[in-house]
């Protein structure tokens, strides 16, 4: 295959690439005053409350979008990220703070947020496994590779550190992976 005919195929899966969704629980402390997408306030009470955040537009000046579940109610909220503030990866580096205040964003509240990502990688195993091509065993030696992530997002008073509400959403990953493999060995 010739580049011409690769390139159409890098370009699509490059535009493919999104961040993910992120669900969790957004704990609130005191009454939470939000701009909807429609320029409506709302509220939201203290109690816990159903919520889904991602990005869209880009890594610099674009928007988190969170939406929030009460019931059968759901409410659309969009917070403008200016081009001064720079937003983690949520599915790849995942590793950085960020604060907006109130007047860059468009809502009445300050939002700080934190992204961090821990990998570990296990001792390695090595078991003795079964050939499939010819009878007999070999030695595999392998270890456990984890990702774990965590989101933490304060809801604050304008230009206060009253938190007014937290979101703290934690995610680990785990995979095998294989460090050497050796020769098959008959009976």
């Known amino acids: 295959m010739n580049l011409k005919k690769l390139a159409p195929i890098l370009v699509l899966s490059l535009l493919g690439c999104k961040d993910p969704i992120i669900q969790g629980k957004l704990q609130v402390n005191s009454q939470l005053n939000l701009k909807g997408s429609s320029s409506r306030m709302f509220e939201l009470t203290p109690g816990v409350h159903e919520m889904k955040i991602e990005r869209e537009n880009g890594r610099r000046s674009g928007t988190l979008k969170i939406q929030f579940f009460d019931h059968s109610d759901q ?82 008073t304008t230009g206060t550190d009253e938190t007014l509400a937290q979101f703290k959403n934690s995610s680990s ?10 020769p098959c060995v008959s009976p």
């Open 75 to 156: 409410r659309t909220v969009k917070i403008k990220v200016p081009s001064t503030i720079w937003i983690p990866n949520l599915s790849h580096d995942f590793a950085g703070d960020f604060e907006i205040k109130a007047a860059e964003s468009g809502q009445p509240f300050d939002l700080e947020g934190k992204f961090e990502t821990l990998e570990i990688d296990s001792p390695p195993d090595t078991q003795e496994v079964r050939c499939y091509e010819v009878a007999g065993t070999r030695l595999v030696t392998s270890h456990l590779h984890t990702k774990t992530t965590q989101i933490n997002l304060d809801f604050k």
């Open 173 to 182: 990953q785990s995979t095998r992976v294989q460090d050497s493999i050796g």
